[in-house]
């Protein structure tokens, strides 16, 4: 093979892996980010439910003191400003506790009563926990919020809860790696406490938030953002909102992509170090098989083919093995398919004609008719050299004939030219493995083949209900039509020599007889006509 088309093809085979390495790899990365940014998004909603949990509950605590509170007397007795002082002590988010009367008049709170009162707004006639503020407070004089309830009275009873204390407890700065946290005011988006930036989505409304609520895309800060909020279960007034642009993904990301970067490179120096060592391989085969030429490791066997009626061995099929100095014998699916890579093949078989010769004389002695069938190839079929050795080898043996599959039939054009002049020289041509081709059956009446040998696996279908069983009767017609001589391989018991013989295909090739033997073994048997299948024809 020329090494441009070498090089060219070795080129391509690591193009398509690195092309397979990186589509997978891809596919890796792509499940990664999606695995990270639905994390991320993970994190930041749990952090938001988090803070919301805990001003939740300081926040039921205060309302279930405020729902108390119906019972208060609100003339300020000292039993009210005991009571309003005790709450104030034994919850530290409370500051201040006041109640106001109808017309808006602060009269009595936690450090007792005001006189004169001081004037606040009149209270809103409204069921439910509300906020307002931050205000300063008169008497602690520090920012604060209040909550409050109005009784069923008219009176408000409120609570001051100071903004530093709101601050401290929420503790958000703990979360400053977010982009922001923040408590807002589900109304209208004012930050009541913030922790970093505090940007809203592009043509996205969020407010008045109602529910717990996800936004994603553009900010105006400018960034890509995901966002999460949720209002406050005990006071829906206010809403907890978290979020952290994406390219926090990245960042959390990157540990993970230094390790996938690391896998790709390792995968693909393992990639590139299997093809390497399947080079090597290939080339280590080939190089044994020039050995085992030169050191005649290569030899014959020779599968008899038998004359079904008289149970008479009438020729061989030359097959070659190769005695491997450490694997043993190997079959010829382990080195023809490199021979024929290599051109090795055309040595090999001139090799193996000569050898037949040489050691089927004394066969050939005794029947000048006996029959020797050697397997070839497209390629072969063009080397003048083996050509010759066939011719050669055509003086001593009468009956020779070739085999080659449908595939070699059509490979060439000029096949069809050295097939008739093989036949015209007296050769006989087979085509082996007969049926199992997908050409059409035309160039059966266009080429000159003699002979058909019916494929294995139709004999194999034979007494068994399958889809090829059908078809080894179609092929036993047509070559009665085309008369075309058969011979069927792969003869394994007596039932289907029984059938095949009731159907008129009377030479067989198989194990039910004889495996491929050494010379020896079948000199031996050809003189001693030893009969291995036993066969009752009224089986079939
Ligand atoms: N299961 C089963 N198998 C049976 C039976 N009877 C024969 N066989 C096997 O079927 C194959 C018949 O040879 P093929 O169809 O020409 O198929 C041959 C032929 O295409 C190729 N080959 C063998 N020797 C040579 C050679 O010297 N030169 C070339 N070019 N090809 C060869 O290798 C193929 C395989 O050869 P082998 O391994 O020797 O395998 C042989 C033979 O051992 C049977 O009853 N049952």
Not at 32 to 56: G, W
Not at 99 to 121: A, E, F, H
Not at 231 to 240: E, F
Request: charge should be negative.
């Amino acid at each position: 093979m020329p090494s441009a088309f070498m090089f060219a093809k070795q080129l391509r085979s690591i193009a398509l892996a690195w092309l397979a390495c990186s589509l997978i790899f891809g596919i890796l990365l792509a499940l990664l980010f999606i695995q990270h940014r639905d994390a991320e998004q993970l994190h930041i909603k749990n952090i938001a439910e988090k803070v919301h949990f805990e001003l939740n509950s300081q926040l039921k605590e205060i309302d279930a003191f405020l729902n108390q509170a119906q019972s208060l007397d609100v003339n300020c007795p000292p039993e009210t400003i005991f009571k309003l002082r005790q709450q104030v002590f034994k919850n530290p988010a409370m500051s201040e506790i006041g109640i106001v009367n109808q017309k808006g008049q602060l009269t009595c709170n936690s450090y007792g009563q005001l006189n004169p009162p001081i004037q606040k707004t009149a209270p809103i006639k409204a069921d439910g926990l509300r906020y307002h503020g931050p205000i300063i407070s008169e008497y602690m004089e520090v920012s604060a919020f209040v909550l409050a309830r109005t009784r069923r009275d008219g009176y408000e009873v409120n609570v001051l809860l100071p903004s530093d204390w709101l601050r401290h407890t929420l503790d958000l700065e703990q979360y400053s790696a977010l982009d922001f946290i923040a408590l807002v005011d589900s109304e209208t988006g004012v930050p009541i406490i913030l922790q970093g930036g505090y940007s809203l989505p592009l043509n996205m409304p969020l407010f008045p938030i109602r529910s717990s609520l996800y936004a994603q895309g553009q900010f105006d800060d400018g960034e890509d953002k995901f966002l999460y909020a949720k209002p406050i279960a005990s006071l829906p007034k206010l809403a907890i909102v978290a979020s952290s642009n994406s390219a926090s993904i990245f960042a959390v990301a990157s540990d993970s992509l230094t390790v996938l970067g690391l896998l790709y490179v390792f995968v693909w120096a393992a990639l590139s170090f299997l093809h390497h060592y399947y080079e090597l391989r290939q080339l280590s085969l080939k190089s044994q098989l020039k050995q085992a030429i030169a050191k005649q490791q290569l030899f014959n066997v020779y599968q008899p083919l038998i004359d079904a009626r008289t149970q008479q061995i009438v020729g061989v099929e030359v097959l070659i093995r190769w005695q491997h100095p450490t694997e043993g014998e190997l079959g010829p699916a382990y080195f023809i398919p490199e021979a024929e890579r290599s051109g090795a093949i055309i040595e090999i078989s001139i090799a193996q004609v000569n050898t037949a010769v040489e050691e089927l004389q004394p066969l050939l002695a005794q029947n000048p008719d006996f029959k020797v069938s050697f397997n070839v190839n497209g390629q072969l079929l063009t080397c003048n050299d083996y050509l010759s050795s066939l011719y050669r080898a055509h003086r001593q043996i009468n009956a020779l004939t070739v085999e080659l599959t449908e595939r070699d039939v059509l490979s060439q054009n000029q096949v069809k030219q050295t097939l008739e002049q093989l036949v015209h020289q007296g050769i006989e041509v087979a085509v082996d493995d007969f049926g199992t081709g997908y050409s059409g059956l035309q160039y059966l009446q266009s080429f000159p083949i003699d002979l058909l040998k019916i494929d294995q696996s139709f004999v194999a279908s034979i007494g068994l209900d399958n889809l090829q069983s059908p078809v080894l009767n179609a092929v036993i017609e047509m070559a009665n039509k085309l008369d075309k001589k058969l011979i069927a391989e792969g003869v394994e018991t007596p039932h289907q020599a029984a059938y095949l013989l009731s159907k008129g295909v009377t030479v067989h090739q198989g194990w039910c007889y004889y495996k491929a033997l050494r010379i020896g073994a079948l000199t031996r048997i050809a003189q001693s006509g030893e009969q291995l299948c036993t066969m009752n024809v009224s089986a079939a």
